[in-house]
Structure formats: structure tokens, C-alpha cells
């Protein structure tokens, strides 16, 4: 079983840009797809974007499309969310998940339910 921590979120500016890390331990990191998801106040868990395990294929939600880059690098064990053109928001927590299954069981996931492996979150908060 991988274990997941994200870090990198915190406080930006609309227009801006965050970068959030997911560090994994864990051998089976490199076996897993990995994938992003976010939840904020009052809402249910939603998908963002995922990649599978070695091929480098992405998939996003149509929300982020064109703003957000997913990637990993299996050397260092870590999955990256590279959020660009940050739009104003109130704080949502954003979880990395892991799943030896592909692409698909994050983006067909009701809130990413059964998905293997989930990190603690961390919050992003983007001010106008």
C-alpha cells in the first residue's frame, strides 16, 4: 500500500500559480496511477486530474483543462498538480489518490470512491 503527502498548497492571487506535490512511500508507487481531487466547503469530492503509471497519459476535468498540468516522476517517487491562471475561489482541499487500476477508475470515480490510496489534503485558497 503507497502512502501519500501532499504540500505546496496554501494562499494565491487569481491569475496566479500554485504547485501542489505528492510525495509517495511505498514500492508501488511507480504500479499506480495517481491522480488529483478536490473538495470545497459544502461540496462533494470532485475529480481534477489523474495520469497513469508509466505512459504519461492525463486526463483532466473539463474545469481545469488548459490551466492545470498533472505529471510524476517515478524516480523521485512524487506527482506534481501544476496550477496556472488560478481563479478566485474560497479554500478547497485538494487530495492526491493512488490506484493500481488505470486511468479511467479515477475519472469514471464518484468522488474517487474506492480508489486505493488517499493523501490528507492540503487547502488552496486563491484571493481575488
Known amino acids: 500500500q503507497v502512502q501519500l503527502v501532499e504540500s505546496g498548497g496554501g494562499v494565491g492571487q487569481a491569475g496566479g500559480s500554485l504547485r501542489l506535490s505528492c510525495a509517495a512511500s511505498?514500492?508501488?508507487?511507480?504500479?499506480?496511477?495517481m491522480g488529483w481531487f478536490r473538495q470545497g466547503p459544502g461540496k462533494e469530492r470532485e475529480f481534477v486530474a489523474a495520469i497513469s503509471r508509466s505512459t504519461g497519459i492525463t486526463s483532466y476535468a473539463d474545469s481545469v483543462k488548459g490551466r492545470f498540468t498533472i505529471s510524476r516522476d517515478n524516480a523521485q517517487y512524487t506527482m506534481y498538480l501544476q496550477m496556472n491562471n488560478l481563479k478566485h475561489a474560497a479554500t478547497v482541499v485538494y487530495y492526491c489518490?493512488?490506484?493500481?487500476?488505470?486511468?479511467?477508475?479515477?475519472?469514471?470515480?464518484?468522488?474517487?470512491?474506492?480508489?486505493?490510496?488517499w493523501g490528507q489534503g492540503t487547502q488552496v485558497t486563491v484571493a481575488s
Open positions: 489518490a493512488a490506484d493500481s487500476r488505470v486511468l479511467s477508475a479515477f475519472q469514471n470515480s464518484a468522488a474517487g470512491t474506492g480508489l486505493g490510496a
Open positions: 511505498g514500492r508501488t508507487f511507480s504500479s499506480s496511477a
